[in-house]
């Protein structure tokens, strides 16, 4: 059964760091671009980033450049998400989600894990 | 980056009646190499993450309901339910896959009148 575990989310002060992890079981890991995708509180979807196979390419949205970094542990079938100079407006669950296609980095999500929600508040 | 655009924000549907929910892109998302749509829709429940329904615009996913359909190309979109049953009452999202830097539409929620 192909599964996506986040974990690491939890309350941080603004300006704080946190390190997302999401663990990969079912698939060949090393073989898919894999995504961060967050949602805010009652709000919609927000892509946040995501990484070539060999974490060679990474894309990011805009709000989160240079604050967040994704990478990966093909030897631990490992994604994760160090999110630093954390501000309020961060404040979502953050799901994990493959690529649908292996080596196809033009895709849409299939499947996702179930989220990890990360609060920040002083 | 490309805008999603949804319409309505939120609808209510009878059991068994039809809902449509519209998607528009501010860009085509046709590539025109393979002539096909960059477009993907998902329904989410609270509490649980988005689940696949259409890609590639019309494709419906494995083990989807045939009561699901997608439609539209370019820029226009269109998921419709023909016949809504209880368990249909969730939001709607459209994706475009046609740039990296992807996006998702705001969301229609789908309710019961």
């Known amino acids: 059964e192909v599964q996506l575990v986040e974990s690491g989310g939890g309350l941080v002060q603004p300006g704080g760091s946190l390190r997302l992890s999401c663990a990969a079981s079912g698939f060949t890991f090393n073989s898919y671009w894999m995504s961060w995708v967050r949602q805010a509180p009652g709000k919609g979807l927000e892509w946040v980033a995501n990484?070539?196979?060999?974490?060679?390419?990474?894309y990011y949205v805009d709000s989160v450049k240079g604050r967040f970094t994704i990478s990966r542990d093909n030897g631990k079938n490992s994604l994760y998400l160090q999110m630093n100079s954390l501000r309020v407006e961060d404040t979502a669950v953050y799901f994990c989600?493959?690529?649908?296609?292996?080596?196809?980095?033009?895709?849409?999500?299939?499947?996702w894990g179930q989220g990890t929600l990360v609060t920040v508040s002083s | 980056d490309i805008v999603m655009t949804q319409s309505p924000d939120s609808l209510a549907v009878s059991l068994g009646e039809r809902a449509t929910i519209n998607c528009k892109s501010s860009q085509s998302v046709l590539y025109s190499s393979n002539n096909k749509n960059y477009l993907a829709w998902y329904q989410q429940k609270p509490g649980q993450p988005p689940k696949l329904l259409i890609y590639w615009a019309s494709t419906r996913e494995s083990g989807v309901p045939d009561r699901f359909s997608g439609s539209g190309s370019g820029t226009d979109f269109t998921l419709t339910i023909s016949s809504l049953q209880a368990e249909d009452v969730a939001v709607y999202y459209c994706q475009q896959y046609y740039s990296t830097l992807f996006t998702f539409g705001p969301g229609t929620k789908v309710d019961f009148k």
């Open positions: 989600a493959r690529a649908a296609r292996d080596y196809t980095k033009l895709n849409w999500f299939d499947p």
């Open positions: 990484i070539k196979q060999d974490g060679s390419e990474k």
